[in-house]
């Protein structure tokens, strides 16, 4: 939306141009360019600007509406800048009427802007590593919009955030979306998961919804290749708590696991998992 708009923009100023100032047919093109060109840096300069006013040491009670319409823009814009097409399936199957617990196997740092892009009406906030919060734009966006960071060496801290979560969850703030392999994967096989975000599940009882994300990591392959990426989301299965509720943190993950490879292959089960 964001792309096209700014396309049709510069194309609409360089015919005004070019029949306004009686310029010659063939420049319509580098008019059209430099319009473009204008357009997304006064776009960019505008992101950066909404950024620059995000103070992260002041706490974020609420998801920012504002925030939320930019990212989703913005993300939509990169989508089509880096020539990806998500195929999305079984998002129909996303609970509606409930906050849910969404997993996914992790390949690639644009996983969470695909999720994000695809559940637009979830507000899903993600758990994501602490170092995340000091990368340009996107740590201020996240803070916007309850994201909540983890200390994986530190465990106290890291029940902290699962605490959080739980939090946000009962007090019907968002959805949370979580990377239970906690790393993205080096080789693409979906590797253990460390069941203690689990508990955001069994201490709300919310659904869990299950997705699997395939060929992320080719997206800067082929973009330096000028080809467009294919990126297939699937929702497996959403896990009512019903289903759940006998079950351990680890039998809950395990069972999770099952339901990730039986969408993925038995060739993305990593041995390091085997019981």
Same mark, same amino acid.
């Given at each position: 939306?964001l792309? #096209?708009g700014?396309?049709? /923009?510069?194309a609409?100023?360089a015919v ?5 100032f %009686? *310029? ?8 059209f ?5 204008a357009l997304?840096g006064?776009a960019?300069?505008?992101l950066?600007?909404v950024?620059?006013?995000v %103070?992260m ?6 998801d920012?509406?504002? +925030?939320?319409?930019?990212? +989703? ?9 880096v020539?990806?097409?998500? &195929?999305?399936?079984? @998002?129909? =199957? ?9 997993v996914?196997?992790h @390949? ?8 994000? &892009?695809c559940?637009? #009406?979830?507000?899903l906030a993600?758990i ?14 996240m803070h =916007? /919009?309850?994201?909540?960071s983890?200390?994986?060496d530190?465990d106290r ?10 939090? @946000? *969850?009962?007090?019907?703030?968002v959805?949370v979306?979580?990377f239970?392999?906690g790393y993205?994967?080096?080789?693409? #096989?979906? &590797? ?8 955001i599940?069994q201490?709300?009882g $919310?659904?869990?919804a $299950?997705?699997?994300i395939?060929?992320t990591r ?7 290749r000028?080809?467009?990426? &294919?990126?297939h989301?699937?929702?497996v299965d959403?896990i009512?708590?019903w289903d +759940?509720k006998?079950?351990?943190t $680890?039998?809950?993950?395990d069972k999770?696991y099952?339901?990730? /490879? ?6 993305f089960?990593?041995?390091q998992t085997d019981?």
């Amino acid at each position: 939306m964001l792309l #096209k708009g700014i396309g049709l /923009i510069s194309a609409l100023w360089a015919v005004f141009v070019l029949f306004f100032f %009686d *310029i010659a047919l063939w420049a319509i093109i580098p008019v059209f360019m430099g319009m473009y060109l204008a357009l997304m840096g006064l776009a960019f300069g505008f992101l950066c600007l909404v950024c620059a006013l995000v %103070d992260m040491n002041t706490y974020q009670e609420e998801d920012s509406k504002f +925030y939320r319409t930019v990212m +989703y823009l913005y993300i939509e814009a990169l989508v089509s800048l880096v020539l990806v097409k998500i &195929h999305a399936e079984g @998002l129909e =199957k996303a609970p509606k009427s409930t906050r849910f617990l969404l997993v996914c196997n992790h @390949l690639f740092l644009a996983d969470p802007g695909v999720l994000l &892009h695809c559940f637009k #009406k979830s507000q899903l906030a993600f758990i994501t590593k602490k170092e995340n919060e000091n990368m340009f734009i996107v740590g201020k966006i996240m803070h =916007k /919009i309850l994201c909540q960071s983890i200390d994986r060496d530190n465990d106290r801290q890291a029940l902290r955030t699962i605490l959080k979560c739980i939090q @946000l *969850i009962k007090e019907d703030k968002v959805s949370v979306g979580v990377f239970p392999e906690g790393y993205t994967s080096k080789d693409g #096989k979906l &590797h253990h998961f460390r069941s203690g975000v689990f508990k955001i599940a069994q201490k709300t009882g $919310v659904p869990i919804a $299950v997705c699997t994300i395939q060929n992320t990591r080719e997206i800067f392959h082929n973009l330096k290749r000028l080809r467009r990426t &294919h990126v297939h989301l699937h929702l497996v299965d959403v896990i009512q708590p019903w289903d +759940y509720k006998d079950l351990s943190t $680890v039998e809950l993950a395990d069972k999770v696991y099952e339901i990730m /490879i039986s969408d993925l292959g038995e060739e993305f089960r990593s041995v390091q998992t085997d019981i």
